[in-house]
DNA sequence: TTCTTTATTTATAATCAATATAAATTTATA
DNA sequence: TATAAATTTATATTGATTATAAATAAAGAA
C-alpha cells in the first residue's frame, strides 16, 4: 500500500513517459491490499483498456521493481510472481487455501531489522517475509 | 542443514523405497549449506549417476516438500527454486551478486514468530524469510 | 500544422523450468 | 523364477515470462 504518484513519479524521473497503461498500472498496484499477480493486473484493466496487451503489464512491472518502488514476491504458494507495493520490511501472510496475501503489522519486525543488519556482514538491500497458514476465512472449510 | 537419516527415514515412514538416487537426493541436502537447485542437484549428482533423469530429482524433491521436510525459497532473485532442509523459522540471506543463499540465526526470529502466531488469527503452518544484499565477499568487486 | 525522430505499445514467436505421460527398469513378494 | 508393484527414465507438453519486430503514439523542430 503506497500513494500512487509516489510511483508514477518515479518514472517521470527516470525519463519515462506517463502513458495511459503505466497510469492505471500504478494506480491498481497502489491501491490493492492484497497484492497481485501480472496475469490479475491485466485481466483486471482489460475492460477499460481493451488493446492493452500482457507485456506492457510486465514490462511496467519490472520497470517499478528495478527503480526499487516495488517489490516481487515469488514465494506465494501458487507458482505465481506477486507484486507488492510495500518495500519496507514487512510480514506478508499468505493463505494456502484461497491464496491471498495480506500484510500484518508487528512491532518486532523492526527490531530483528536491525539485528540482522548488524549481524550480517551484509550490505542489505531489502526483505521478503512470507508466513503461510489458513486464514481466518478459510478454516472452517479446511482442516489440516 | 539437517540430519540426513531426518530425510530419509520420513521417506521410508511415508512407504516410500529408499532407492540410491533418493538417498543420495537426500544425503546432498542435507549437507549443502547453501541451498541448491533442482538443476545443481541434478548437475551434481550426474557424474555419479549418470543415468539420474531431472524427473527423479524434480520428483524427490516435491515429496519431501509434500511431507514438511523440506521447504521451498521461490523468491531468491535468480528466478530458480532453491530447496531448504532447515524448516524451522530463520533467515536467509541472498545474495544479489553471487546468488549464494546462506542461513544466519538470529535470536529475535522467535520472538517475532510468537508474535506473529498470537497475532495473526491465521492457522500458520511455516515462515519464509529473505533478505538481500551483497555479501562480504562481493562487496568489494561491487558498488551500490 | 506537418515532418521527423524517438519512445511505447502491441502482436507474435521463443524460452525454459517444471509437469505429465508412458515405456523401461528395478524391487518386493509369492 | 515368475508376477506384480513401485520407481526411474525418456519424451512430450505446459505455461508464465521474455525476446523480437512491426504498429502506434508522443515530442520537438521547422
Same mark, same amino acid.
Given at each position: 500500500?503506497?500513494?500512487? +504518484?509516489? @510511483?508514477?513519479?518515479?518514472?517521470?524521473?527516470? *525519463?519515462?513517459?506517463?502513458?495511459?497503461?503505466?497510469?492505471?498500472?500504478?494506480?491498481?498496484?497502489?491501491?490493492?491490499?492484497?497484492?497481485?499477480?501480472? %496475469?490479475?493486473? $491485466?485481466?483486471?484493466?482489460?475492460?477499460? $483498456?481493451? #488493446?492493452?496487451?500482457?507485456?506492457? !503489464? $510486465? /514490462?511496467?512491472? +519490472?520497470?517499478?521493481?528495478?527503480?526499487?518502488? !516495488? +517489490?516481487?514476491?515469488?514465494?506465494? *504458494?501458487?507458482?505465481? %510472481?506477486? &507484486?507488492?507495493?510495500?518495500?519496507?520490511?514487512?510480514? /506478508? =501472510? %499468505?493463505?494456502?487455501?484461497?491464496?491471498?496475501?495480506?500484510?500484518?503489522?508487528?512491532?518486532?519486525?523492526?527490531? @530483528?531489522?536491525?539485528?540482522? /543488519?548488524?549481524? #550480517?556482514?551484509?550490505? =542489505?538491500?531489502?526483505?521478503?517475509?512470507? $508466513? &503461510?497458514?489458513?486464514?481466518?476465512?478459510?478454516?472452517?472449510?479446511? !482442516?489440516?
Amino acid at each position: 500500500m503506497k500513494n500512487t +504518484n509516489e @510511483l508514477t513519479s518515479a518514472l517521470k524521473q527516470a *525519463g519515462l513517459r506517463l502513458t495511459p497503461q503505466r497510469l492505471a498500472i500504478c494506480r491498481f498496484l497502489a491501491e490493492s491490499k492484497d497484492h497481485p499477480t501480472a %496475469a490479475m493486473i $491485466y485481466e483486471h484493466l482489460r475492460p477499460q $483498456y481493451p #488493446s492493452l496487451s500482457a507485456m506492457t !503489464v $510486465y /514490462n511496467t512491472l +519490472n520497470t517499478l521493481v528495478e527503480l526499487g518502488k !516495488v +517489490n516481487v514476491l515469488g514465494d506465494c *504458494g501458487d507458482d505465481h %510472481a506477486h &507484486y507488492d507495493a510495500d518495500t519496507s520490511p514487512h510480514i /506478508n =501472510l %499468505a493463505c494456502i487455501s484461497c491464496h491471498r496475501i495480506v500484510d500484518i503489522a508487528i512491532p518486532q519486525v523492526e527490531e @530483528l531489522d536491525r539485528e540482522v /543488519n548488524r549481524a #550480517s556482514g551484509y550490505q =542489505l538491500l531489502g526483505a521478503r517475509m512470507m $508466513y &503461510y497458514g489458513l486464514c481466518p476465512a478459510c478454516q472452517p472449510s479446511k !482442516v489440516l
